[in-house]
């Protein structure tokens, strides 16, 4: 499967860090056995992206990516709900509900990644970031269904692997934040918190491990390197976007 990366470049210049060596190890978890579901946070800008889709190639995973194709965002959580499966349906040629998961089981996981999210970066549909902007009361409804069908077919999940890439996203002063990462002493409990019922993992870096990505996609000097670092952090996309666009 080829994956798109939602990031500034391609994936070919990759730097490892202590993060991607954590996601490693929960990804060779995955391999092994089933039933699991793993949790890849990370704040804006941090490449949750690269890192993830490196992973599972370097891990031989053979996943399958959930799409989310929608033609408007002006649509309830019950049509999102039911156009997910159909799509799903239709790609693995499932003839009902219980085809389908048995389908998706072959696969060593199943991943909630850049073609869920971000459709709409490389595709005219909308993705399922751009509804959840949008949509209010009716996300809360959408992942309430999630949780109840889960429930319900315990049993089939139980034979999955299921990767999400999640975020809970939100804009304070005109910036973006994530509530796992950007939040000081909040975003450590809630990620904690996460990893109880869960498998999850956390992309951030230090400031040495910031400047080796951002020295390996730019010829910028340290001393400027630093500079944006200073202005928005450990953040090596947002740090090359903003580079860049001067």
Known sequence: MDYKVNSVSDNSVFVETESYRRLLEALEVIRECRGNIL???GAPGTGKSANLYRGIQEVGLDVYEVPCNLE???V???YVFRHLLDEMKAELGADNRGDLYRKLAEFDAVVFADRFHDSHDFSEFT???QWT????SETLKFYL???LEYIRNRGAFGNMNIIFQ???RFYLRGKKLDIFTDIPILSSVLFHTLRIPFKA????YTVTETLNIIRAHSGADEEEIRRYIELYGCRPRTVLEKMRSC
């Open 145 to 147: 269904k999630c949780i």
């Open 127 to 129: 993705g399922f970031s």
């Open 201 to 204: 993992v956390r992309i951030d």
């Open 72 to 74: 408007s965002a002006d």
């Open 39 to 41: 949790h890849v946070v």
């Open 166 to 168: 999640t975020a809970w």
């Open 76 to 78: 309830d959580a019950d």
């Open 133 to 136: 902007a949008t949509a209010g």
